[in-house]
Nanobody, 124 residues
Framework: QVQLVESGGGSVQAGGSLRLSCAVS????????MAWFRQVPGKEREGVAA???????IYADSVKDRFTISRDNDKNTLSLQMNSLKPEDTAMYYC??????????????????WGQGTQVTVSS
């Protein structure tokens, strides 16, 4: 069964940076997309960034120019570099994956494999 495990979360002051990582195992698809989502209690889980097999990316408007998603297929890892963090970035961050034949999208329904999440807290 596919497993995804996030790491790298923590507390940081506004303007600081964090780098999240997601270790992926037993994902045998040749073509697959990966993404980062985040969720605040009481709100729906929202897409943050996604990357397809070819490396093309898509970002939520709220994080464009601040976050960078990347993947290392040799190490089976997904990363999210977060710079210029804001208090509104505070959330539980989840990595996700699933097969895809085209561009990655920021839709929850596109992903069937999820990690347990890692907490990111940004203070003012």
């Amino acid at each position: 069964q596919v497993q995804l495990v996030e790491s790298g979360g923590g507390s940081v002051q506004a303007g600081g940076s964090l780098r999240l990582s997601c270790a992926v195992s037993r994902l045998s698809y040749s073509w697959y997309c990966m993404a980062w989502f985040r969720q605040v209690p009481g709100k729906e889980r929202e897409g943050v960034a996604a990357i397809d097999t070819g490396g093309s990316t898509i970002y939520a408007d709220s994080v464009k120019d601040r976050f960078t998603i990347s993947r290392d297929n040799d190490k089976n890892t997904l990363s999210l570099q977060m710079n210029s963090l804001k208090p509104e970035d505070t959330a539980m961050y989840y990595c996700a994956a699933d097969r895809c034949l085209g561009a990655a999208r920021l839709r929850r329904a596109d992903y069937n494999y999820w990690g347990q999440g890692t907490q990111v807290t940004v203070s003012s």
